[in-house]
C-alpha cells in the first residue's frame, strides 16, 4: 500500500497531510527558530562556494543545507558532507526528487499500473 504524502490519494492523503502539517509546526516549522538553522547553512554553503577556484557548477550543492534544515527542526541536529549516515539519507532523498519528477507526469493509478515504466517501482524500491 502507498505511504506518505506523494504517493496517496483522497481521504488517506488528507489524513496524511494533516498530520504532517501539525508535526512539522510541533517542531517550530514556521517559527523563528528555523531561521538560525537556516543563516548556519547558508553561512556553511557559502563558504564552500568560496573556497572554490574559478567557475562553480551548482548541480546538487544544496541538498545538504536543505535537508540539514529539515532534520534539525525534526531531530534538532545537523550532519556534514563527512557524515556517512547523513550521506546516505541525502542520497536516497536525491533519488525520490529524481525519479519523482518522472513519476508525477502521470495519474498515480497508471504509475501503480505500469509502475517500471513511470517509476513508480523504483521509488518505492528507494525506501
Request: proline share 2%; charged share 25%; glycine share 8%.
Amino acid at each position: 500500500k502507498a505511504q506518505g504524502i506523494v504517493n496517496t490519494q483522497g481521504e488517506h492523503w488528507a489524513t496524511q497531510r494533516r498530520f504532517s502539517l501539525k508535526t512539522l509546526k510541533d517542531f517550530g516549522f514556521g517559527k523563528q527558530s528555523i531561521e538560525a538553522a537556516m543563516n548556519i547553512e547558508a553561512d556553511e554553503i557559502i563558504g564552500q562556494f568560496l573556497s572554490m577556484k574559478g567557475d562553480v557548477l551548482i548541480a546538487q550543492d544544496f541538498n545538504v543545507p536543505i535537508i540539514n534544515i529539515l532534520w534539525n527542526l525534526v531531530a534538532g541536529s545537523r550532519f556534514t558532507k563527512e557524515d556517512p549516515e547523513g550521506m546516505k539519507l541525502v542520497e536516497s532523498v536525491t533519488k525520490q526528487f529524481k525519479t519523482g519528477a518522472k513519476s508525477a507526469l502521470y495519474n498515480f493509478s497508471i504509475s501503480k499500473l505500469f509502475p517500471k515504466l513511470t517509476g513508480y517501482a523504483e521509488r518505492v524500491a528507494i525506501w
